[in-house]
Structures are given as structure tokens and as C-alpha cells.
């Protein structure tokens, strides 16, 4: 029993990810989308031990970094509006139960083999952000090469 419990204990921390800091400009609200291993994105930038992501104004980010492997918990995971004034965190949604409509939230989160994409702003416009969402990944991904990954 101990060496399986070892073994476990082991293995989640070998499949742990760096914790993450994503910086979104002040008052942005729709769909982001992150590419990872760009060779000509965003160099590699860490805060206080954490991945930090730029977002840019149009909400896509190429960065070099790695996509990560293995579960983050969600206090190692943060969301910033951010301007020349400082960050002002962001909540992410994991439950809809007792969100007001008049503040910005981080909700639907999906992962691809390349990419990771969510959505920024008030959970009453989230259909629209959905759609643009589907539109500026067909945009960036041609469906030539928006194949799943085997």
C-alpha cells in the first residue's frame, strides 16, 4: 500500500504544470487564443516562478513556450487586466451559480494539441464572443490544417 501510494504521489508531480499569470489588456473582452511553440512568437517570460502570457489587443498570443502537460491547479492559475497603472485580477467561471452580469469573467476554456482558447468579458454577451471565437480560429487555422491530432 505505501508504495502505491508513493508511486501516485509521485506521478502527480511528475504530470504538474508551472503555474501561469495571463495578462490581458484593461477592458478587453472576447475570445483569446494562445499558439504555443511559434518560433517567431513571444519569447519564453516568467514572474515570481510563474509563466507569464501577454495577451495582445486583438486577443491572440504566439508565444514560444511549450504547451504544458499535466494538470495546474486553479490558485496557480491567474487572470490579470493589466495597463500602466497595474493588474486587476479576473475571476475564472467554474460555476455559473451566483454570477452577477456586471463584471468581467474568464469562462469556457478549450484546449487543442496547439492552443489554448477562452473567453473574456460578461457571461450575458459569451454567445457573441463564442462566435468570434469560431471565426478567428478559422481565420488563423485553415481547415486543412485544423485536423485533430491522432
Do not use: W
Not at 493588474?87 to 469556457?108: H, K, P, W
Not at 484546449?111 to 459569451?126: A, M
Request: glycine share 6%; net charge neutral.
Amino acid at each position: 500500500m505505501a508504495t502505491f501510494l508513493s508511486l501516485l504521489f509521485l506521478s502527480s508531480c511528475i504530470n504538474k504544470a508551472e503555474p501561469e499569470m495571463h495578462l490581458i489588456p484593461k477592458g478587453y473582452k472576447g475570445p483569446v487564443i494562445i499558439i504555443f511553440e511559434e518560433k517567431n512568437g513571444k519569447p519564453v517570460k516568467y514572474e515570481d516562478g510563474k509563466r507569464v502570457y501577454e495577451i495582445t489587443s486583438d486577443g491572440v498570443l504566439e508565444t514560444q513556450f511549450k504547451k504544458q502537460q499535466g494538470s495546474i491547479a486553479q490558485r496557480e492559475l491567474k487572470y490579470y487586466y493589466y495597463d500602466e497603472n497595474g493588474r486587476e485580477e479576473i475571476n475564472y467561471l467554474q460555476s455559473t451559480q451566483g454570477v452577477t452580469d456586471s463584471a468581467a469573467y474568464v469562462f469556457s476554456k478549450e484546449l487543442s494539441h496547439s492552443t489554448v482558447r477562452y473567453l473574456v468579458g460578461k457571461l450575458s454577451e459569451g454567445d457573441s464572443y463564442y462566435k468570434a471565437l469560431r471565426k478567428k480560429v478559422a481565420e488563423l487555422f485553415p481547415p486543412e490544417i485544423q485536423k485533430p491530432s491522432i
